[in-house]
């Protein structure tokens, strides 16, 4: 129930255009595929440099989380515009 309420307000919000445009948020939505793909690698990286040999505390957990979300969002949006984006391109013209 909650979650459909979430996009219910989202679709309301939607149609009487009240949400801003941001171009980043677009552009994340855009690459959630690359991101799906590829946060594994981002999520290893960030854990085997944050790792310490004490353990860490939650604050050490908690950077360590926050830099895989941005390692994972960076990656797949580097990868969305030099691969996804051309392949897909070239195969819309392919096939079209």
């Known amino acids: 129930m909650p979650a459909a309420m979430?996009?219910?307000g989202a679709v309301a919000f939607e149609q009487n255009h009240t949400l801003p445009n941001w171009k980043i948020l677009k552009d994340i939505g855009d690459a959630s595929y690359s991101i799906y793909l590829f946060q594994?690698?981002?999520?290893?990286?960030?854990t085997t440099l944050m790792a310490s040999?004490?353990?860490?505390?939650?604050g050490q957990n908690a950077v360590m989380i926050i830099s895989a979300m941005v390692c994972a969002t960076g990656l797949g949006l580097i990868l969305h515009h030099l691969v996804e984006r051309p392949v897909t391109r070239a195969l819309s013209k392919a096939f079209a």
Do not use: E, Q
């Not at 594994?40 to 960030?46: E, L, R």
């Not at 040999?53 to 939650?58: E, F, N, S, T």
């Open 6 to 8: 979430i996009v219910l």
């Open 40 to 46: 594994f690698i981002a999520i290893t990286f960030s």
């Open 53 to 58: 040999p004490a353990g860490g505390g939650i």
